[in-house]
């Protein structure tokens, strides 16, 4: 019989140091404990590093961003508590430089352009509504798209985010028209046959929080025809 891999056995580390561990996301992980109860990533590397250096006790990871559940590519942890308020820091001034690669069904109105709306946030659908005006409690959102390659049936977009808000590029992409493949909440037809969306963290950049050196990682994409097709 085939040994079944656990969740550690399939992490997929793309980046790691004494301070920091850079993991490539798989879509259905959750990055931290929710009401569903599953395990998630965290506790997953947290299991990985106890393993792989044989320690005792508990293992310390500092959660520094997040990645929807059915979204995939780069995520960051800290090992120490001596990283994770400085990569909070990062993230938060928008110091990391994060890229994203998304299918959509539609070409975009252009094939270049900034998009800037106000996002509304309905915690009890969790969904984000798109608003081209200033609105009350909408939280500015700006991002900035081109059309990397036309797939037959489906385009590549690169996304580079200027502001970091909840379901940014799905409400965004969506509100042009073009919602992403596999994304029902956002007006996709249908649905992956894995209950991802077809949203890929491609690549992180920033200065490590310690060493002060350029870390620049990039995430393999999914297993799947089309994504391969993307190459």
Not at 68 to 79: A, E, M, Q, W, Y
Not at 188 to 216: G, K, Q, T, W, Y
Request: aromatic share 8%; net charge positive.
């Amino acid at each position: 019989m085939a040994k079944v891999l656990s969740n550690k056995d399939n992490l997929q580390v793309l980046y790691e140091d004494n301070h920091i561990i850079i993991i490539n996301k798989r879509a259905g992980d959750i990055v931290q404990g929710d009401k569903t109860g599953d395990e998630p990533l965290s506790e997953v590397v947290k299991s990985y590093i106890k393993e792989k250096y044989n320690k005792p006790g508990n293992v310390y990871l500092g959660v520094a961003h997040r990645l929807d559940r059915p979204t995939t590519g780069v995520i960051v942890f800290s090992k120490t508590s001596k990283a994770l308020p400085r990569l909070n820091k990062l993230f938060a001034e928008k110091d990391a430089k994060k890229t994203y690669w998304a299918l959509v069904k539609q070409m975009p109105p252009k094939t270049e352009d900034t998009l800037i709306h106000w996002l509304k946030k309905n915690p009890k659908i969790n969904k984000s509504t798109a608003y081209t005006k200033e609105i009350a409690d909408g939280k500015k959102a700006i991002l900035h798209y081109k059309v990397l390659k036309n797939l037959d049936n489906y385009y590549l977009i690169e996304v580079a985010l200027e502001t970091g808000r909840h379901h940014q590029i799905r409400s965004q992409l969506s509100s042009i028209g073009c919602p992403i493949k596999g994304d029902l909440k956002y007006g996709f037809d249908r649905s992956n046959p894995d209950a991802s969306i077809s949203l890929h963290a491609r690549s992180l950049s920033f200065v490590h929080p310690v060493s002060n050196e350029n870390i620049h990682v990039e995430a393999p994409l999914p297993s799947a025809p089309l994504w391969d097709a993307c190459l």
